[in-house]
């Protein structure tokens, strides 16, 4: 799938990009992969990551709100996974322009040089708070996975096709709970901050969401929205997973954050079809002409809710543990 072609990941240099380039040099032959992200010393950390393979990788500088620059960073690529935004809630509340800036014009920006440029395929990354946003991070993701599955309405006689793959907090990344728990504890600590006793999320790791990406890439048509199917955890358990003699201390739900990750609305399981390992939100536009191509799918049922408090595969505290063995924290 990947043998000779050319793949640029905007915000390249993180977790998820560093991840992803790395199953791709290791189980393809890509003609070269474009990191492509506005960090310079972080460029230079993965040019030393990736040495051995230095004739694979082009870095680009730059940031998605330029349009000039993604066009000369699309000449020639067949594939784009959209990974870069301002993801840190408080940031966004505080610096919204410069959050509509980066996820919703970055997006317009993306699409536009997408079509233009003749890429054959862009995967825009998602979150779980798009769906139903209650802060501003959330808002303008919405409106992103909204701008790319509408994409394909103005590829004109172009072959472009944008999809956009959607998962929560991905375990032990950075940013996530499980590296602020361990930074505690580490210091001694015994006594975890929890906002609320009745939280719960999913579990996810870097792999299986290069995985859905790359089922993505493989499989879509244009116009599809997947979703990792994935166990959940109360975050009272992970806290028992680290260290089951620490002692809880509730804090209240900071702003912007919700009880529970909600990866499938009600109103959107009219359109959503059940598979082996993930779901699909199918566009519900009068332009989409792929509507009857649900291969192997089963749509689910109506009022259908996907949300990590509802689901049918649990963590114990034992097999958190056991998970917490297999991944990397990052910092």
């Known amino acids: 799938m990947f043998d000779d072609k050319t793949i640029l990941i905007t915000g390249g240099t ?41 004739k694979k990788l082009r870095f680009f500088i730059g940031d998605v709100r330029d349009e000039k620059r993604l066009y000369r960073a699309f000449d020639g690529v067949d594939f784009v996974i959209h990974a870069a935004a301002l993801k840190q809630v408080p940031a966004a509340e505080y610096n919204p322009i410069e959050a509509v800036k980066t996820n919703i014009h970055g997006a317009e920006n993306i699409i536009n040089a997408a079509i233009d440029k003749g890429v054959k395929k862009v995967i825009a990354l998602s979150t779980d708070k798009a769906v139903n946003p209650v802060n501003l991070y959330g808002a303008t993701k919405l409106v992103s996975d909204k701008l790319f599955i509408s994409g394909n309405a103005y590829v004109g006689d172009k072959d472009t096709l944008f999809s956009v793959v959607r998962y929560g907090n991905v375990s032990g990344s950075r940013g996530s709970v499980i590296p602020f728990f361990k930074s505690l504890l580490d210091q001694n600590k015994n006594v975890i901050p929890i906002t609320d006793s009745r939280m719960t999320r999913f579990w996810i790791t870097l792999d299986e969401a290069v995985d859905l990406v790359i089922k993505a890439i493989n499989e879509a048509k244009g116009g599809e ?26 804090v209240g739900i900071r702003p912007g954050e919700k009880l529970h990750e909600v990866m499938i609305t009600e109103e959107d399981s009219r359109t959503t079809y059940e598979y082996d390992d993930h779901y699909i939100i199918y566009p519900d536009l009068d332009w989409w002409e792929n509507i009857n191509n ?13 949300s990590s408090d509802n689901n049918e595969k649990w963590l114990s505290v034992d097999e958190i543990r056991n998970l917490l063995q297999k991944i990397d924290i990052v910092y």
Do not use: W
């Open 14 to 54: 993180g977790s998820f990009g560093k991840k992803f380039t790395k199953r791709v040099l290791n189980e393809y032959n890509p003609k070269k992969i474009i990191i492509y992200s506005r960090d310079e010393y972080k460029q230079f950390l993965m040019q030393r990551q990736f040495k051995e393979h230095a």
């Open 225 to 250: 929205l997947y979703v990792k199917k994935c166990p959940s955890f109360k975050v009272t358990d992970l806290a028992k997973a680290m260290n089951d003699k620490c002692e809880f201390e509730y």
């Open 294 to 306: 649900k291969t192997g799918g089963k749509r689910v049922e109506e009022r259908f809710r996907y």
